[in-house]
């Protein structure tokens, strides 16, 4: 057994915001396929530097949401517990001490919308009086949402966001996004794209999409939601601007243990030369201790067993102690669609837990065929019907 010690607190974040780059070179990539969805060893480059958008910024592959932070009520389970202060300037502070936390651990992607309460204006200003240089960091924003809810937890019935998916709105809101936060906007992105919407055959807005492109140099995506979301992305890999190019580089999709039916068409975006993006890799805290729900104490004893097991190499005492969550992202990293994973933290001491994937994946990487075998159990019993899944999430409750 392992005698416990603990690193000074000044040494453990960076430990694991570097771990992700010390991968070693002696392994070989591989690309499986499995019924869910491809599992994939990354390659040395990609554990160590992402470079997102082509815009030569390298990140490790771990944003951050502002789902969470930008408004005092969201559907993520325990979010009323994490934020204490619910006034604008309360949680403009508490935003900017998670985006430190962000920040020290290595993320430099952020991902924010129109429709997120104040989540614009809340990293506007953290970038700001930061003086983060804007060539070391990418920001995205969506357009197609409008927030409702007034600063409201509770409306009363009545929706916290409503989706506008004109070009109309489009050209409304894109000002706004770009006049808080260029020169840092870089990627730009439709809010949960639908086919029920018919965004993506609306030529106005395609046309108004590609005119952003070649003008103000954004690169283009697409979020999605919803069990059409495998259909959805593969209409919008059609899509070409008036040029005859094809409009969208990004897709921001939900992936995790529990929801892994988009996997394979996010394999054929990556392969199609589109970024990938995971959101929601704790499924709204559903892969977390908080969920009431005892079907996913299987899921979670798994993960954590995984976590726990490979969190270090042989023979090393690892003073992090990996959790659920860790293990969660991880998995969803180590896919074959290499995509960005999303932290939805809500709070500094989230981020930091999150950011355990990183070294978790470097640790699983260098396993093979052991740490492969583990995550394709977890894969197959974690898996829900999509329809379940999405039910489930739509009965979640904002707090």
Known sequence: MHA???????????????G??????????????????????PATDYVAQKKMLEVGVRTPPLGLGLAALGRPGYINIGHD????????????????ETLDAAWAMG?????????????????????????????????????GYTYTADWRVDTDGEAHEVKEHTAENLARQYPTSADLLDPYLRLYQ????TAESGVLRNKDVVAKLSELKASKGVKIGLTLSGVEQADVLREAMTVTAPDGAKLFDCVQATWNVMEQSAGAALLEAKESGMEVIVKEALANGRLSSRNPDDSVLPVMEALRALASDFGSPPGRFDSFVYKADSAAI???????FQPMVL????????????????????YLTNAGD???GRVREILEMARQDPESYWADRAALEWN
């Open 370 to 372: 052991a740490a492969e």
């Open 20 to 41: 992700y780059r010390r991968t070693s070179r002696a392994r070989v990539n591989r690309l499986t396929r499995a019924s869910a969805a491809p599992f994939y060893t």
């Open 330 to 336: 991880a998995i969803a990293m180590i896919q074959g």
């Open 81 to 96: 517990a994490d934020i204490k202060g619910k006034s604008m300037d309360e949680m403009r502070a508490h935003a900017h």
């Open 343 to 362: 932290s939805g933290a809500a709070t500094p001491h989230q981020v930091r837990s999150n950011a355990g994937a990183l070294t978790l994946l470097k």
């Open 4 to 18: 416990t010690r603990t690193a000074p607190a000044r040494l453990r974040a960076p430990a694991i915001a570097e």
């Open 107 to 143: 993320v430099r992607y952020f991902d924010c919308a129109r429709s997120y309460g104040a989540s614009e204006e809340f990293l506007s200003s953290w970038l700001q009086s930061r003086n983060i240089p804007h060539d070391k960091i990418v920001v995205g924003s969506k357009w």
């Open 190 to 193: 439709i809010h949960s794209a």
